[in-house]
């Protein structure tokens, strides 16, 4: 213990109430303390470090001037909720996040009261505000009471249709309401005395109106670096100036920008618009992303999300990989099949590392578009792109592209356009838990008619599969892989077009047939192997589209089996649920052929490692022979002799 941070204030705070003690030069040293604290803890768990550290101080000026859980601070997206997690009851557990069993990495309802609304996908925090407000002003009750209602969005969840359709209806509802604008792309200069003053007597004095018209007027006391941030300001939000012309217009009081690291400025700022605010206001605060913890500085993504490290160095304690990751397998096959094919293009939403697609920008950068938060228009961008001649590949998480599925169903499917959706954290996903796990996209897919869906059983098929898609120009087709690394085949050179609805088997076997769709192959193998031993040596086939279905292999073995079991990473309603259709309509269960579909449970499964989740799930090589032993009535055979 005796390498943790030494924390003599931070010590004296239980819950939020607790910071009401201190003066605000004791608030700065907390902050200090809290920043400490939050990097060694994620030094131990691993997780999103660089956002919480760019919002320690905002934090802590939140929770000392409002008065939590009574009233709601809303974090957006909820990744730079670990301080917020330290300060409201939760220190103790804080080296548990993201474990299986312990703290989730975003806010949780379930976990505390100080977390009203759980979140983990962006742009919902100004939406989920104005709905306490409504809710206050309406007489709802809640245990905690209703009192502000406080949004902290950060500017690149601010890019989202979502967070404006939010303000257009604030504004015009005008109730009181807070929403912070956390910047964290604009140069911050070190605290300039006279500024952090001029603000403070400002706020502190002036009358409420008079005091936004002098705030306005105070860009021409900004350091140089936040001119600079004023004129990016409105790149960023077009016609908005400093002094928030387009907030203006929505219907938002707007206050800024201020210094988010300097406690001088928050704390009038925040205690005036506490006393006097009466319709929307919008705080502006620049932050640093990783502020305070030089190796989170430094880092490209300024330790956005990082595995466990070394607190001194900064140096992150990965496990040597033996295969290379699905996601980096998907961004080499893309790159090659862009260097035979100049129509090959890639649109992501916020996630071009994620997805594998850093490789592809690097070398076609004009050939890659990263659309911001923007799902839904990053959807419809692609689907005009292949209306235009070109090869769209929509590359979103499988929980991410849930958001743009009103537009792959009208925008896609109704108008067979060719838009290739890779499909990235397919099934479960770990630390992230149950908010990031990719459960629902075969379900969502197969059920669009024209629409081709495939999963990759292993980085082999994954090349091919980016290879079919590139080759497939008749309406849409949709491939799914997993996050984390493949399973060690080796890589074919090229990858080979796949022929459309058509599966392969893996080995030949009697009585019991496994049908996997998906990276489940490898533990259905496992399973067989066991069986073997024991005397039942499963058929095994990989379906590798769940639309369409490959009816001859489908109907083959179930004709020449006892039983047949899907295997899927998905939720009920996908692959097996066709598959169980094709059966019904054939007439093939009228001559009894005993039939299971393993899918994932119906409930949402919270953190742990993948392992671990698949075992909840009932999914892993053991569970899967358990079920052909329990559906060939082998286990009970057991048990009666016994």
Not at 38 to 47: L, M, Q, R
Not at 104 to 130: C, M, N, Q, V, W
Request: hydrophobic share 45%; aromatic share 6%; proline share 5%.
């Amino acid at each position: 213990m005796s390498d943790r941070p030494n924390t003599p204030l931070l010590d004296l705070v239980t819950r939020p109430a607790d910071l009401k003690q201190f003066s605000d030069a004791q608030l700065t040293q907390l902050a200090g303390e809290l920043r400490s604290e939050t990097v060694s803890a994620v030094s131990e768990t691993g997780g999103h470090l660089g956002a919480g550290l760019g919002v320690v101080e905002l934090t802590v000026a939140l929770h000392a001037v409002f008065d939590t859980p009574r009233d709601k601070v809303i974090w957006d997206v909820g990744h730079q909720c670990y301080p917020h997690k330290i300060l409201t009851e939760r220190r103790d557990r804080i080296r548990t996040l993201r474990q299986e069993g312990g703290l989730s990495g975003f806010t949780k309802r379930s976990e505390s009261p100080y977390d009203p609304f759980g979140a983990a996908h962006s742009s919902t925090s100004i939406s989920a505000a104005l709905g306490f407000a409504v809710a206050r002003d309406l007489g709802g009750v809640t245990p905690e009471g209703l009192g502000d209602a406080i949004a902290v969005i950060g500017d690149g969840s601010m890019s989202a249709g979502m967070a404006f359709e939010a303000m257009n209806n604030a504004g015009h509802l005008k109730k009181r309401l807070i929403v912070i604008l956390n910047d964290n792309e604009m140069s911050i200069a070190p605290p300039v005395g006279a500024l952090s003053s001029y603000l403070s007597r400002l706020y502190a004095e002036e009358p409420f109106q008079e005091f936004k018209a002098a705030a306005k007027g105070a860009v021409s006391l900004l350091p140089e670096p936040f001119r600079e941030g004023a004129k990016r300001a409105k790149e960023m939000l077009k016609g908005m100036a400093v002094g928030g012309t387009l907030f203006e217009e929505l219907g938002f009081s707007y206050l800024g920008p201020i210094d988010g690291h300097d406690m001088d400025q928050l704390m009038p700022v925040l205690r005036t618009v506490k006393a006097r605010a009466t319709g929307p206001i919008l705080i502006h605060v620049l932050t640093k992303k990783g502020k305070g913890y030089a190796p989170a500085e430094a880092a490209r993504d300024k330790g956005h999300a990082t595995a466990k490290f070394d607190v001194l160095t900064g140096k992150q304690k990965k496990a040597p990989s033996n295969a290379p990751s699905y996601t980096s397998v998907f961004g080499n096959a893309l790159v090659s099949q862009a260097a035979k094919d100049d129509k090959v293009v890639a649109v992501t939403a916020a996630m071009p590392d994620g997805t594998g697609l850093n490789l592809f920008a690097e070398r076609y950068p004009s050939r890659c578009f990263d659309v911001g938060i923007a799902e839904q228009h990053g959807v419809t961008f692609a689907a005009a792109l292949a209306a235009g001649g070109m090869k769209p590949f929509c590359t979103m998480y499988s929980t991410f592209l849930q958001r743009g599925y009103d537009q792959v169903v009208h925008d896609v499917a109704i108008q067979r356009l060719p838009v290739r959706f890779a499909i990235d954290r397919a099934g479960l996903v770990g630390a992230d838990g149950a908010t990031h796990a990719g459960s629902f996209d075969i379900a969502y897919m197969a059920n669009l008619p024209g629409m081709v869906v495939m999963a990759a059983a292993d980085e082999a098929e994954l090349v091919h599969m980016v290879a079919t898609a590139v080759a497939h120009d008749d309406g849409p087709i949709a491939f799914r892989y997993p996050r984390g690394e493949g399973v060690g085949v080796d890589l074919p050179e090229q990858g080979e077009v796949l022929e459309i609805g058509k599966g392969r088997m893996i080995q030949t076997g009697a009585r019991v047939a496994l049908l996997s769709f998906g990276t489940r192959l490898a533990e259905a193998q496992k399973a067989a192997e066991a069986l073997t031993a024991k005397g039942i040596t499963p058929t095994i086939a990989d379906a590798r589209f769940a639309k369409p279905l490959d009816r001859d292999m489908i109907l083959g073995l179930a004709a020449n089996h006892e039983a047949l079991i899907t295997i899927e990473e998905g939720a009920v309603g996908g692959f097996g649920s066709h598959v169980a259709q094709l059966l019904a309509d054939e007439g093939v269960f009228d001559n009894g052929l005993k039939y299971r579909s393993m899918v994932l449970p119906d409930t949402f499964i919270d953190q742990a490692s993948p392992e671990a989740m698949y075992k909840v799930a009932g999914m892993n090589a053991e569970q899967i022979e358990a079920k052909v032993l329990d559906v060939l009535g082998v286990a009970s055979i057991g048990e009666k002799r016994a």
